[in-house]
């Protein structure tokens, strides 16, 4: 069975450090692939997504992960952490061709900024 | 274009009550769903619909009720509300294709004691 796995419930940077959060699925077929964010008290919202082409994806706020199908991994970074980039997130997954009730979210990781 | 909307925001329920988690869009989308979010285990699947008069069980089904009558709303019943089912829950639609993304209601807490 489909299943994704988020190493490290907490992450902590600095202020300007890179953030690097990190995300495996287990699959031997690829799958749709996502990243989203939740700041406190409020709805997950949508990061990143990888479907089919170019590995390297762009998202919203500076934030952009690479699809890596030889180890499996979809790990989202950011060059220079922001105070407002503290949020936790989730990467999330849904077997290609199969419908958005499929989806399996990863059990999120919780982003702290030092100043 | 108000989103996902939900209320109420927070509910405190005793054992046995039974409540309705309201969720709506205006996006005209005709997938919808619902998921309860718990510490360390990311979002469950709940009931899903693919359209008006259309749903299906997800993950966690039991202890819930769903229904929808139209596009735009799709409420979450607790028939009779039990401890185990204080969570966050969330709302989210998406046009309906797996590669398209969800948009999530601000979620409603519940408690039930």
């Known amino acids: 069975a489909q299943s994704v796995t988020q190493l490290g419930s907490h992450v902590s940077v600095s202020e300007g450090a890179l953030v690097l959060l990190r995300c495996n699925y287990s699959?031997?077929?690829?799958?749709?692939l996502f990243w989203y964010v939740q700041y406190p008290n409020q709805g997950l919202q949508l990061l990143l997504k990888y479907t089919t082409g170019a590995t390297l994806v762009k998202g919203i706020n500076g934030f952009e992960a690479e699809f890596k199908k030889s180890e499996t991994s979809f790990h989202l970074t950011k060059p220079s952490a922001h105070m407002s980039d503290a949020a936790e997130y989730f990467c999330?997954?849904?077997?290609?061709?199969?419908?958005?009730?499929?989806?399996?979210f990863g059990s999120g990781t919780r982003l702290s900024i030092r100043p | 274009n108000a989103g996902v909307t939900q209320t109420p925001k927070f509910q405190v329920l005793k054992t046995g009550q039974s409540m309705t988690l309201q969720c709506a869009q205006d996006m005209n989308h005709e997938y919808m769903s619902w998921y309860r979010q718990d510490p360390g285990m990311g979002l469950r699947l709940i009931h899903y619909?693919?359209?008006?008069?259309?749903?299906d069980q997800g993950e966690v089904p039991n202890g819930y009720n769903v229904s929808r009558s139209t596009t735009e709303d799709f409420p979450l019943r607790l028939l009779l509300a039990a401890p185990s089912q204080t969570s966050v829950y969330f709302c989210?639609?998406?046009?309906?294709?797996?590669?398209?993304?969800?948009?999530f209601g601000p979620g409603t807490r519940l408690l039930v004691l």
């Open positions: 619909s693919v359209g008006a008069g259309i749903t």
């Open positions: 999330a997954v849904i077997p290609p061709g199969s419908s958005a009730s499929k989806i399996i």
């Open positions: 699959s031997s077929v690829p799958p749709y």
């Open positions: 989210a639609s998406s046009p309906g294709t797996s590669q398209e993304t969800q948009y």
